[in-house]
């Protein structure tokens, strides 16, 4: 059974940082896609960052140079590190795992989801 396990959301001040982290387990993941998503009260889920296998990387214009998606296939895990929030920013943040080599932003090209972690920023 393949399980995905977000952690590190929290409460912070715009500004600051917060680091996501994505445990997979009962599959490897490594040779695929990795990405996160995000969906705010009220809003449909949204594409923020995605990673390849092999590490190549794409991002929502939204948090481009703000946010960096990573990858250690050895822990089969993947991280978001997120620096100079924003109060928008602040959401339900969610990582998938798809069957596609390249990464992919669209929702329905994810196979397996984790429940979330909550990410707010004040302001």
């Known amino acids: 059974q393949v399980q995905l396990v977000e952690s590190g959301g929290g409460l912070v001040q715009a500004g600051g940082s917060l680091r996501l982290s994505c445990a997979v387990s009962?599959?490897?993941?490594?040779?695929?896609?990795m990405g996160w998503f995000r969906q705010a009260p009220g809003k449909e889920r949204e594409f923020v960052a995605a990673?390849?296998?092999?590490?190549?990387?794409i991002y929502a214009d939204s948090v481009k140079g703000r946010f960096t998606i990573s990858r250690e296939n050895a822990k089969n895990t993947v991280y978001l590190q997120m620096n100079s929030l924003r109060p928008e920013d602040t959401a339900v943040y969610s990582c998938?795992?798809?069957?596609?080599?390249?990464?992919?932003?669209?929702?329905?090209?994810?196979?397996?989801w984790g429940q979330g972690t909550q990410v707010t920023v004040s302001s």
């Open positions: 998938a795992a798809s069957t596609w080599a390249m990464p992919r932003r669209a929702v329905h090209e994810y196979d397996y």
């Open positions: 009962g599959r490897t993941f490594s040779n695929t896609a």
């Open positions: 990673i390849s296998g092999g590490s190549s990387t």
